[in-house]
């Protein structure tokens, strides 16, 4: 059956019964295999047949083929080091003018009441809507699209950390001043260590935003970095390129979020002692 | 830890404060010549533009054209993503076998196949609309599995004790208790649509608010740009605030209140 | 109906290791008769209440209800949990109509239902409204409304009045009596109140402590209508303290 039984609904809940490490990784590894394989089926028919020009529809060996052979030509490199900085100072950035700024925001109601507002006014409008303005202020440069990026994982991290502080329970606080903490002591014992999870939380959509921007602006004027790999593929059909740019892309975007679940599991580890 | 009691008028205070820092600046420039004008656009150079096309028509074909393919693409994706999600949830070997996939796909940036959808269906709407119901399927897909799968344990054994049987404990139970959580995720990706629309039009495009705000940087009117963006920012935020409306009335029974 | 536990016995698996949460369990509960499962945290007493009901099944043993063994959860044991469980998008009069629908009960008939157990639980002046308009003690007694309303043969209770504060919670005890009164279902109550336990069962089933086996029973001879100061009242609940807490200092160990 299908479905799951009374029994498993009474027992579990719609999840089901949990399963072991080994089951679970076991059906993790075969249904990605099935991914693989049905792809690479569907990539040999479309080369057998010819439906249509299989350039549209690239096998997974071409792909990694055409990965490595821009590798082997040492182009590869250049583009993945080129998107990375970008990302990085641009995050980079964000994150520490995010944090300062909410931390302070949170704390200090007149912050928070002048910078809330300009927040809260620019936040509905797409990011994306206004790279052509930084486009048009700052160039096609470097610098355009590093501030593009700062700009736009700017709001959610700060958002995230201002609502970390105020979410913090105000009698931790009186509990720590009645143990004679002054201020210094609040900010850096209390409030920081709960805001904590918040700040990391944010951190980590900011991260996974900042590989969704910089593709759209590495595709209108850029020399190198991912997302030009990408369009530029579209020039000459380069289908096997444009998708292995984009599982590159994939794959750092899932690192930048594993480091920082790293960094999650570490420095919150009060959460889950075991 | 700070409470929001005497906020909103020093917010209303500030947002104006916004607005004339803006025309400050903006206007001040003009007068001492800093930068180039044209790169500062003035309030009131936004509203003229604004207003310029809004008489002759185009922003309304804009915002319509933008409109009508988030709707389309959206309309199937929430479509597919219900259908989905719904038996991922209820049917354990699906799921397990759809995670890992799902897993696999989720950390490419949509906005990466962008160009592949161009190469794949040309520079019409359907590529456009195609790339709109991929990037907003699969967050979709997951939240809506989520909320099916949080159902309270406890919900189901109550219903079962009076009588329900598989049958009655989906249809009763576990789509009312999960719709909540559905609509939400209805919401979300409508929201992710037009966050992304923009840029989708960006390339490729001869008509949207996207192209809208594209010319502006080619011709070099930073005002069309300024006035793209604000549209833009607006039409999001009326529409969210609907579907909030929406939502609110739909469950007027919720504990917590909806954000 | 009759509820009769054979050897019951449940483990649980964690981490590879199987640690057992009831041992050995028998168990009967006669027609009309108001049972207490009372004991310390953790001894399973709400675990043999969730397999009686249907919704755990046992390592070993089984559970007959009038003769047939428990397969799963019925609508001829009705159950009554702590933390209420309505359905919170339905009204109160859709949560105690809610069995019946499922029945395909005529909708007059229905209402007429709703209407004399909201009457019988003092809530009928807010039939139309929300669950999360209603306070604890109002959402237990439409638990037990909506639980009555489907005339299960067997009620099932598990600690219902242990999330509500004291004066709210004698006050649903003496309502519970009463309508016991009234409608003499078989009941099954777990509870680590003595004095709940004394005041409402016709016995008392005392467990140990983790692994959970039955300790003692006690037969409560008591009036219909208790009185909690009288001195037989009082008796009782020394009597039962004095076993019970054997057993809470072995779990403190």
Not at chain 2, 157 to 163: D, E, F, Q, T, V
Request: proline residues 5%; aromatic residues 8%.
């Amino acid at each position: 059956m299908l479905l799951s039984g009374v029994a498993d609904l009474m027992e579990w809940g719609v999840r089901g019964a949990s399963r072991t490490h080994r089951v679970a990784l076991a059906w993790r590894v075969g249904a990605l295999a099935a991914f693989v394989a049905l792809w690479s089926l569907a990539g040999g028919i479309v080369e057998a047949t010819r439906p249509f020009n299989p350039l549209f529809l690239p096998a997974p060996w071409i792909v990694v083929g055409a990965l490595v052979d821009l590798a082997r030509k040492g182009q590869l490199w250049i583009h993945v080091v080129a998107t990375l900085e970008r990302v990085v100072v641009g995050f980079g950035a964000a994150a520490v003018v995010a944090i300062a700024l909410g931390l302070l925001a949170g704390q200090v109601r007149g912050v928070r009441n002048i910078v809330e507002p300009v927040v809260e006014l620019l936040r509905p409008i797409p990011p994306l809507a206004v790279l052509p303005l930084f486009i048009v202020w700052v160039g096609i440069g470097e610098a355009s699209k590093v501030g593009f990026i700062t700009y736009a994982t700017f709001f959610p991290m700060f958002v995230t950390t201002v609502h970390g502080v105020a979410q913090i329970d105000g009698r931790l606080l009186r509990a720590a001043q009645s143990l004679g903490a002054r201020r210094r002591h609040l900010f850096f014992r209390v409030i920081l260590p709960a805001a904590l999870p918040d700040v990391l939380t944010g951190l980590r959509l900011g991260v996974a935003l900042s590989f969704f921007v910089i593709v759209i602006s590495e595709f209108v004027g850029a020399e190198n970095g991912l997302g030009y790999l990408i369009n530029d593929g579209r020039n000459f059909f380069l289908v096997p390129q444009m998708l292995g740019a984009a599982l590159l892309l994939g794959l750092l975007g899932y690192a930048g979020n594993a480091l920082v679940r790293l960094l999650e599991r570490r420095v919150l580890r009060w959460q889950h002692p075991r | 830890m700070s409470r929001d009691t005497g906020g909103r008028r020093a917010r209303a205070l500030a947002l104006l404060g916004v607005l004339v820092g803006w025309a400050v600046v903006a206007y001040g420039n003009r007068a001492f010549g800093v930068m180039a004008p044209a790169l500062l656009p003035t309030p009131g150079e936004v509203v003229a533009i604004f207003l310029d096309s809004l008489r002759d028509g185009s922003l309304p074909r804009h915002v319509a054209t933008s409109l009508a393919r988030v709707a389309i693409g959206f309309g199937f994706a929430a479509t597919a993503a219900l259908a989905l999600g719904l038996v991922a949830a209820l049917c354990v070997p699906v799921r397990l076998m759809l995670e890992p996939i799902i897993e696999f796909v989720r950390p490419i940036p949509p906005l990466a196949f962008l160009p592949m959808f161009l190469v794949w269906f040309g520079l019409g709407e359907s590529s456009k609309i195609a790339f709109i119901g991929y990037t907003t399927f699969f967050p979709m897909f997951v939240a809506i599995a989520a909320a099916v799968l949080r159902v309270d344990v406890t919900l189901l054994r109550a219903a079962a004790s009076l009588g329900a049987d598989r049958v009655a404990l989906i249809r009763r139970v576990i789509v009312p208790a999960a719709l909540p959580g559905i609509i939400v995720a209805l919401r979300l990706g409508f929201a992710l649509a037009l966050f992304v629309i923009v840029g989708a039009e960006f390339m490729g495009a001869d008509a949207g608010l996207g192209n809208l705000i594209m010319e502006g940087r080619t011709f070099f009117v930073p005002a069309q740009i300024v006035m793209g963006a604000l549209v833009l920012g607006l039409l999001g935020s009326i529409v969210n605030a609907c579907l909030l409306a929406v939502e609110r009335r739909l469950f007027r029974w919720r504990e917590s209140a909806a954000t | 109906m009759t509820i009769h536990v054979r050897g019951l016995s449940r483990a649980f698996v964690a981490a590879g290791r199987e640690t057992p949460a009831l041992l050995g369990i028998d168990l009967e509960v006669a027609e009309r008769e108001f049972v207490c499962l009372l004991g310390p945290s953790g001894c399973g007493k709400s675990t043999l209440l969730n397999i009686v009901a249907g919704f755990l099944r046992p390592s070993a043993g089984d559970v007959l209800v009038d003769g047939r063994p428990v397969t799963g959860p019925g609508a001829d044991r009705g159950v009554v949990f702590q933390e209420y469980v309505l359905f919170p998008w339905l009204t109160v009069a859709g949560n105690v109509e809610f069995g019946l629908s499922l029945k395909g009960t005529p909708a007059a008939q229905r209402r007429a239902t709703v209407a004399r157990y909201l009457d019988l639980v003092g809530l009928a002046a807010h039939a139309d409204k929300y669950p999360v308009q209603l306070s604890g003690g109002m959402k237990q007694r439409v638990a037990i409304a909506r639980a009555l309303a489907n005339s299960p043969a067997i009620i099932l209770m598990d600690e219902p009045f242990g999330a509500l504060d004291a004066q709210t919670r004698e006050v649903l005890q003496d309502e519970l009596s009463r309508i016991q009164r009234v409608e003499h279902k078989t009941v099954l109550f777990v509870t680590h109140s003595i004095r709940e336990a004394v005041y409402l069962a016709d016995r008392v089933v005392v467990m140990t402590s983790a692994p959970g086996r039955i300790k003692q029973v006690f037969t409560i001879k008591l009036p219909e209508v208790r009185d909690r100061f009288a001195p037989e009242f009082t008796h009782y609940e020394s009597e039962i303290t004095r076993l019970v807490k054997e057993e809470v200092a072995k779990v403190h160990e």
